[in-house]
């Protein structure tokens, strides 16, 4: 109990004090989290609505596979990018390696299925609902995504807030491309795991709970953006 | 502009998951008027009219006077429950002119005007799925109309409607049929088929058991089964 007190006192006083290095890791964090979020739904989202209006051979199979890797450890796809972007890597010569660039692209491997396939149930949904009224109007294929995608945008939110609330509170593959490095690498989670380690847990829960308030306040101005819970919209 | 009718089909048939909807058909459909598609429930008069629309793919020869593609331009369908875009009245109107390219201002200029005409200008900013039962149809017939196509297929669209938002349905498809639309009626509401219907098609079991000019069929249908049909027994 504490621990929890002294917790919540040093994330009053970090947030009160403005205390620079909390600032710098934490708008660390927002940067690469909305950065892969960004790419994951700009990758995902058409995806997903793709896989709703499109028939062919191996669609069942494509889902599964994006069904398959939304459970895809962190930790492995970190491994991965690692192996990817280390000096002897088929991408070495990028020297992406240890740098919020190298955190980006592996989260962008762990959001972009998640999105693609809460995006595609989704799209599922609405295009059964749109399909014989879009057919019947000659919407091209393209035209289709696009109404879906538009139609269906409170959905899609869902969807782009799931993939933000997995990449923020992601450690393991950050911590491996990144390297959680002072000045350079280090976000609130990989933070949070550092300073765990060295026993320092009034400054881990501080920057715990201000994750966590990231966390709700992200989603909840998405949602007053969107107007999601508005009576009559839909 | 040439014409894309008529229509003619041999030996059309469509199945869907290995039953046997309709067919096969053979069958004219000549420009101008309206055509009532009538027959007992289950007889296949929705199947026909997705078949003719191209909502779903037949087996056989379907034939526009031209070519498929720009056939498909000239076409519109009202389905039995009419789907509402998740938009605005405004914006469910100017969809079909956004699709073929009309600049946005254009489209809701025409969006505004067919909603009046359509009795539709008080609900142009209401979200399409809160309308009712008959101002949803009014909204699905001006939509489907407002790229004036040559030919509408409007299956049973007075269904669940009362006899007021009837008479409306009804005055604006005669309307339509008036402006040189060719009208093709699914109906199981032989009032209406009556009074709208210039030739008949009777349907039975999935093929056509009798087509002729409305007025020769209701004073005197052919077939025993038409007969039958008309006294108001049950047909299988």
């Keep these: 109990m504490g621990d929890f007190l002294a917790g919540l006192a040093e994330a009053g006083r970090l947030v009160a004090t403005l205390d620079p290095d909390l600032v710098e890791i934490t708008l660390r964090s927002l940067r690469v989290t909305l950065t892969a979020v960004a790419i994951g739904c700009a990758l995902g989202l058409p995806l997903g609505a793709w896989l709703a209006v499109r028939r062919f051979r191996f669609r069942r199979a494509v889902i599964a596979a994006l069904n398959a890797l939304i459970g895809l450890p962190p930790v492995v796809v970190g491994l991965a990018v690692y192996l990817l972007l280390s000096r002897d890597g088929p991408l070495g010569v990028l020297g992406l390696l240890f740098t919020p660039t190298a955190m980006i692209v592996a989260q962008v491997v762990i959001v972009t299925p998640l999105v693609a396939s809460i995006a595609h149930q989704a799209m599922r949904d609405l295009w059964a609902d749109y399909h014989d009224l879009l057919i019947s109007l000659n919407a091209t294929r393209s035209q289709r995504v696009a109404t879906l995608l538009w139609d269906g945008r409170r959905a899609l939110l869902t969807a782009g807030l799931a993939g933000f609330g997995r990449a923020i509170g992601e450690v393991g593959a950050i911590m491996i491309v990144g390297g959680n490095i002072d000045g350079a690498t280090r976000v609130l989670t990989t933070a949070i795991a550092l300073e765990t380690g060295r026993g320092d847990f009034a400054l881990a829960l501080g920057l715990g709970l201000i994750l966590v308030a990231l966390s709700l306040v992200v989603s909840g101005t998405t949602h007053w953006i969107l107007r999601t819970e508005r009576a009559g919209r839909w | 502009m040439v014409s894309v009718l008529p229509l003619r089909l ?33 007889a296949g008069k929705t199947s026909l009219l997705r078949m003719m629309h191209g909502l779903e793919r037949a087996a056989g020869t379907l034939e526009w006077a031209v070519p498929e593609p720009q056939a498909r331009l000239a076409q519109a369908h009202v389905a039995q429950r009419a789907t509402a875009l998740r938009r605005s009245v405004q914006a469910n109107l100017a969809y079909p002119l956004r699709l073929r390219g009309a600049p946005r201002a254009e489209a809701r200029r025409r969006a505004t005007a067919q909603a009046a005409r359509f009795g539709l200008a008080h609900l142009l900013d209401q979200p399409a799925p809160s309308l009712s039962g008959g101002e949803m149809q009014r909204l699905a017939l001006a939509r489907a109309l407002i790229l004036e196509p040559e030919i509408l297929f409007a299956d049973e669209p007075c269904a669940a409607l009362d006899g007021a938002a009837t008479r409306e349905v009804e005055a604006h498809l005669r309307e339509t049929v008036e402006g040189g639309t060719t009208l093709v009626l699914a109906t199981h509401d032989m009032g209406q088929a009556r009074r709208l219907a210039d030739r008949v098609v009777f349907l039975l079991r999935g093929r056509v058991h009798e087509a002729g000019p409305a007025a020769a069929f209701f004073a005197g249908p052919a077939t025993p089964e038409a007969r039958a049909f008309l006294r108001g027994d049950i047909v299988e």
Aim: hydrophobic fraction near 40%; aromatic fraction near 0%; proline fraction near 6%.
């Design chain 2, 10 to 42: 041999r030996g059309a048939t469509l199945h869907r998951r290995g039953a046997l909807r309709v067919g096969p058909v053979d069958l004219t459909l000549a420009a101008g008027g309206a055509t009532a598609v009538i027959g007992p429930n289950g």
